[in-house]
């Protein structure tokens, strides 16, 4: 794909870096000379200093024949004038903002659901964006995942599958611990595959005679109905979590609260917290040091008891049974605060905690804190990005940990030198692993074993070394 990138900050850096890696053709436009300088310096592809809502420079990089447009400039305005510049020329391209101000998000949700059946469905959406991207957003979808599976660990989902990549600890005395990935088979009937293990800050990927050891982090692709037997077999013993706090009482925290007061239509959020339908037993607290914001709150989750008061002070949470609870979400604004808070909860007897951070590096210092799920903000916005720019057939996809691994998907064609072999053929230990397969034809993945035939058409997600990826790509895809 040819992709336009407007706007070389942190998001845009990213973005380019994961695009690249993917062989995808990438340019990247900002107005600032520093900033333009360092993405030159750090991205193999075209950097443009101009401003990039000028359509006579768009077009000079060539955006007629571009894919999409992503716009993540620090001005929302700048974003979406782009956005709808561009559509107002090239309709067919895909285009993407990132906006801050939730107002902008919020009404132009309002507007379009409110006017989807006015035109048709031949309309264009609004200001021409294809996909707006709020990061408070995403960082709270990610939230309400971590919680709806237990916050045990992050969980990557999958569209037409019931598969899911979950991360979680080994513990000691575990059925697991000593056992090496060959003789896991005899631990279980559940179908499931170890795609990586962390040991050690290194994140690597297995092969079967790596041996799991306590205290190791794996991920394991399993359907979302086994789950619980695969944490069990790790050692985890979970409960349901029927006490939760949450710190922060802001916009992120906001949009948690009314994900997991309200009744819940998702399974799995019902299954965790039983919808906080009114029972005597089940509580949800909300804390803040904000006197408006906790108002607010108030008003609006009179399910939910709302304190305005400082969570660091072991007094207060001692004295309102918090210290017993199930699960601690710190969601305030200080990102450095809610690492700490997160582990400090836990010390004092909180079950599990759920803290939001600046990016993946934060999140790993984070998990070393104790810290059960670091959720990154910034890389939630980024991995909602990839996710609408490879389309609708894989979703929640994106880079491992802190990059050392990518999960990428192609398709087989009639030239790739892997097309009617079985994988255990063509197996690389170290460099990749195969995790699904949806075969031609098809909608539903499935997971890959050494047995799985390869055929044209068919579609192959892979986890690979960041470094490999590329290659591994253009090796299934028929082009090395």
Known sequence: MKIVIVGAGFTGVQLAKLLINEKNQVTIIDNDEETVRYASNTLDCTVLCDDGNNLEVLESIGIAKANALVCVTSSDEVNMITCSLVDAVYPNITKIARVRNYAYYVNTAAA??????DFGGKH????????MIHPDVEAADAIVRAVE???VGNILTFANSELELARMMVFPKSELDGVSLKEIRTKTDIKFLVAYVEKDGVTSLPSGDTIITAGNTLGVLVSKKDIEGIKLLCGSIQKELRKVVLIGAGRIGTIVSEKLIKPAKTSGISKLLSSFAPKKTQEFV?????DELTEAAANRFPEARVMCADATDEGFLREEGITSFDLAICATHNHEMNMVLAAYLESLGVGQSIGLVTSAPFAKIAEKLGVDVAVPLRDCVVDSIMSHLRGKAVKEIHTITTGELEIVEC????????SGKVLKEVSNPGTFLALLC??????????????????????LVLIAKSENSKKVLSYFAGNA
């Open 112 to 117: 379009e659901k409110k006017h989807s059946g």
């Open 124 to 131: 264009r959406p609004l200001y021409g964006i294809d996909y």
């Open 149 to 151: 599976n237990g916050a």
């Open 286 to 290: 909300i804390v803040d040091t904000d």
């Open 411 to 418: 398709e087989i064609t009639s030239t790739s030198k892997v």
């Open 438 to 459: 949806r075969k031609s034809g098809t909608e539903e993945y499935s997971i890959a074993n050494g047995n799985t035939q390869l055929f044209a058409g068919d579609h």
